[in-house]
């Protein structure tokens, strides 16, 4: 089984900047990507960036620019650094760990307003 802990969400002003992690735990071996999606009120989930074990990564066109995915292999986190956040950034955020299924974290706010 595997466990994802989210951290980092919380309110910003516009043009200011968070940071998001989240650590990984459990039965995780070889490949496999992790990521960040998000989901706003009364909107579909989608991803905003994801990020190989060869660190490898990709960006929605919405946020290219803005945020930055990372991730350390050794300690099984990735992280979120998002810098010029607007209020369409809003949402729950959710981590994201891919192998041969999906494996989700709890999500955590991130609110952008003023």
């Known amino acids: 089984q595997v466990q994802l802990v989210e951290s980092g969400g919380g309110l910003v002003q516009p043009g200011g900047s968070l940071r998001l992690s989240c650590a990984a735990s459990?039965?995780?071996?070889?490949?496999?990507?992790m990521g960040w999606y998000r989901q706003a009120p009364g909107k579909e989930r989608e991803l905003v960036a994801s990020?190989?074990?060869?660190?490898?990564?990709n960006y929605a066109d919405s946020v290219k620019g803005r945020f930055t995915i990372s991730r350390d292999n050794a300690k099984k986190t990735v992280y979120l650094q998002m810098n010029s956040l607007k209020p369409e950034d809003t949402a729950v955020y959710y981590c994201?760990?891919?192998?041969?299924?999906?494996?989700w974290g709890q999500g955590t706010q991130v609110t952008v307003s003023s």
């Open positions: 990020i190989g074990t060869s660190l490898i990564s």
């Open positions: 994201n760990l891919k192998t041969y299924t999906d494996y």
């Open positions: 459990g039965d995780i071996f070889g490949f496999y990507i």
